[in-house]
C-alpha cells in the first residue's frame, strides 16, 4: 500500500501563491507518476499535472499553464506544487494523485491524498 499526505492549502488573496507538497510512504515503487488533481464545488474532479520518476512531466491544464509549477525529490518521495498568481476559481479540493502508469484520468490513478482545502479570495 502506499499513503499521501498533503501539506499546504490555506486561503489566500488573488494574486498571491502558495505552494502544496505530496509526501509518499509504503510501497513507493508503485509511485512512478505522482501529480495533482482537483475538484471546485459540483464539479468533477479534473487533472493539473503530473510528473514520473524521471522528471518527465505531463503537459499543465490550460486553466494553470505557465502559473504552476510542479517538482520531485526522489530522495525524499515528495511531489510539490507551487501556485502562482492565484485566482478565485482555482478553489478546490486538490489531490495529491499517484501511480505507476500514466494518470491524466481518475480511472488510471491507484492512489490518492485525503486533499487539501485551496481558497482564493477575490
Known amino acids: 500500500q502506499v499513503q499521501l499526505v498533503e501539506s499546504g492549502g490555506g486561503l489566500v488573496e488573488a494574486g498571491g501563491s502558495l505552494r502544496l507538497s505530496c509526501a509518499a510512504s509504503?510501497?513507493?515503487?508503485?509511485?512512478?507518476?505522482m501529480g495533482w488533481f482537483r475538484q471546485a464545488p459540483g464539479k468533477e474532479r479534473e487533472f493539473v499535472v503530473a510528473?514520473?520518476?524521471?522528471?518527465?512531466?505531463?503537459p499543465y491544464a490550460d486553466s494553470v499553464k505557465g502559473r504552476f509549477t510542479i517538482s520531485r525529490d526522489n530522495a525524499k518521495n515528495t511531489v510539490y506544487l507551487q501556485m502562482n498568481s492565484l485566482k478565485p476559481e482555482d478553489t478546490a479540493v486538490y489531490y495529491c494523485?499517484?501511480?505507476?502508469?500514466?494518470?491524466?484520468?481518475?480511472?488510471?490513478?491507484?492512489?490518492w491524498g485525503q486533499g487539501t482545502q485551496v481558497t482564493v479570495s477575490s
Open positions: 509504503g510501497r513507493t515503487l508503485s509511485t512512478n507518476i
Open positions: 494523485a499517484a501511480g505507476r502508469f500514466t494518470i491524466v484520468t481518475p480511472e488510471g490513478v491507484n492512489y
Open positions: 510528473i514520473s520518476g524521471r522528471g518527465i512531466i505531463t
